[in-house]
Nanobody, 120 residues
Framework: QVQLVESGGGLVQAGGSLRLSCAAS????????MGWYRQTPGKQRDLVAT???????TYADSVKGRFTISRDNTKNTVYLQMNSLKPEDTAVYYC??????????????WGQGTQVTVSS
C-alpha cells in the first residue's frame, strides 16, 4: 500500500509565500513523475506543476515565474514553493506520484489535499 501525505497549506496574504510538501511511503520500488494539481469548488482539477525523475519541470502558465516544484528522491518527497501568491491561487492543492510498486506496473497515487487560501 502506498500513501501520499501533504503538508504546508494555510492562510496567507496576497504577495506572501507558502511551501507545500508531499511525502510518499509504503510499497515503492520507484517513482516516476510527481506533481501538483489544484481545484476550486465546482471546477475541474487543474495541473499546476510536474517534475520527472530526471528533474524536468513543467508549469501552468498562470504560475510560471512564481511557483517552483522540486523533489528529494532520498525522501520520496515533492515540494511546491509558492511565491507572490494571488487570491486566484486559492484552492485545494493535491499532489500525485506515479509509482512502480515493483510488479512492473505503475499507478498514480494522490495526496489527501491541502487548502491554500490567499487573502486580498
Amino acid at each position: 500500500q502506498v500513501q501520499l501525505v501533504e503538508s504546508g497549506g494555510g492562510l496567507v496574504q496576497a504577495g506572501g509565500s507558502l511551501r507545500l510538501s508531499c511525502a510518499a511511503s509504503g510499497s515503492i520500488f520507484s517513482i516516476n513523475a510527481m506533481g501538483w494539481y489544484r481545484q476550486t469548488p465546482g471546477k475541474q482539477r487543474d495541473l499546476v506543476a510536474t517534475i520527472t525523475n530526471g528533474d524536468k519541470t513543467t508549469y501552468a502558465d498562470s504560475v510560471k515565474g512564481r511557483f517552483t516544484i522540486s523533489r528529494d528522491n532520498t525522501k520520496n518527497t515533492v515540494y511546491l514553493q509558492m511565491n507572490s501568491l494571488k487570491p486566484e491561487d486559492t484552492a485545494v492543492y493535491y499532489c500525485y506520484a506515479n509509482i512502480n510498486d515493483g510488479s512492473g506496473r505503475t499507478f498514480r497515487y494522490w495526496g489527501q489535499g491541502t487548502q491554500v487560501t490567499v487573502s486580498s
